[in-house]
């Protein structure tokens, strides 16, 4: 079983920045691909942003795109989204998931286990 935390999440002002965690126990982390998804009040959730692996791939949903930086660090078996620029439409409950493969894709179906989720809130 694979269980994974996310933190970070918070209230800050637009064009602030956060840094979220999310934390991956079980050694079935450093093969797999991860990524970020976000869900807004009355919307269905999205995909944010994906890592492959090694970190040496990477995909962002284009309304992040420039904004928001996806890492991770293998040994320490977390993957980090640093936001910047923060915009009022980003706020949301971000969750962190794993990838089924060594890749990071932008369905939802290709992860097979997810955090609980961390708020993120944003004023203008």
């Known amino acids: 079983q694979v269980q994974l935390v996310e933190s970070g999440g918070g209230l800050v002002q637009a064009g602030g920045s956060l840094r979220l965690s999310c934390a991956a126990s079980?050694?079935?982390?450093?093969?797999?691909?991860m990524g970020w998804f976000r869900q807004a009040p009355g919307k269905e959730r999205e995909f944010v942003v994906a890592?492959?692996?090694?970190?040496?791939?990477?995909s962002y949903a284009d309304s992040v795109e420039g904004r928001f930086t996806i890492s991770r660090d293998n040994a320490k078996n977390t993957v980090y989204l640093q936001m910047n620029s923060l915009k009022p439409e980003d706020t949301a409950v971000y969750y962190c998931?794993?990838?089924?493969?060594?890749?990071?894709?932008?369905?939802?179906?290709?992860?097979?286990?997810w955090g609980q989720g961390t708020q993120v809130t944003v004023s203008s």
């Open positions: 079980g050694r079935t982390f450093s093969g797999h691909g």
């Open positions: 998931a794993r990838s089924k493969d060594y890749s990071g894709k932008d369905y939802q179906n290709s992860y097979d286990y």
């Open positions: 890592i492959n692996w090694s970190g040496g791939s990477t």
